[in-house]
């Protein structure tokens, strides 16, 4: 099940962090706060959906070194930058390096609301798949070898003749198997499978 979103606000403006937090409060989206970039990283919050809201220039750690470091964690979370005119050059570098959406001050109000929804709702959307391959992987660990042969001759589209043919045991034999990996899957056709291991190939 998706977390619920949640928007981390990381700015040293203790003004604009208050401003942002009224305003999510307002649209009923959880909220949490930080004074800088570091203080955030300290506290390791879950990530699972969540989307961060940052100031691109504060002391220590900036902007686009937290989307960097984000990054190189392995963390995939969307981040929004706050950018004033000054800084769009600056902006432009953080969305090469993979923000989501970089909005100058000042903003408004339904335009900062409509850029978190939209990348909470790509995170929540991340997060299912995420959980869905998750789910697809640990059922294929639960079957055996032989089990695990079986399931890759069907999702070739070969029928029970040919798999027991390649795999030197009888068509009977290999109805068992089906059926078992069938179960195991979680798969009520044949298409359901061939999705399945579709979606393991590309974890």
């Keep these: 099940m998706a977390s619920e979103p949640i928007v981390y606000v990381i700015d040293d403006d203790e003004a604009a962090r208050h401003s942002l937090e009224f305003l999510l409060d307002c649209a009923g989206i959880r909220v949490r706060s930080f004074v800088s970039a570091d203080a955030f ?8 959906g ?6 691109v220039r504060m002391p220590g750690t900036t902007g686009i070194a937290l ?4 990054k190189r964690r392995g963390a ?26 970089f909005i100058e001050k000042p903003f408004d109000d339904e335009l900062m609301l ?13 997060d299912q798949a995420r959980a869905d391959r ?15 042969e079986v399931m890759e001759g069907l999702a ?12 030197g045991i009888s068509a009977r034999t290999v109805e068992v ?16 499978l061939v999705r399945m291991v579709t979606v393991a190939r590309l974890a």
């Design 41 to 48: 990283l300290a506290a390791s919050p879950p990530l699972a």
């Design 50 to 55: 969540a989307c961060i809201v940052t100031d």
């Design 76 to 101: 995939a979370v969307p981040v929004i930058v706050i950018t004033g005119h000054a800084d769009v050059p600056l902006a432009i570098q953080a969305m090469h390096a993979g923000v989501a959406d």
């Design 67 to 70: 989307v960097e470091e984000m």
């Design 177 to 192: 198997y089906r059926a078992n990996v069938m179960l195991k899957m979680q798969a009520k056709t044949l298409s359901d």
């Design 156 to 167: 070739r589209g070969n029928a029970n003749k040919m798999i027991a043919f390649d795999l």
């Design 134 to 148: 998750q789910a697809v992987l640990d059922r294929i660990a639960s079957l055996s070898g032989r089990e695990r």
């Design 114 to 126: 409509g850029a978190i929804r939209t990348a909470l709702a790509a995170q929540a959307d991340d």
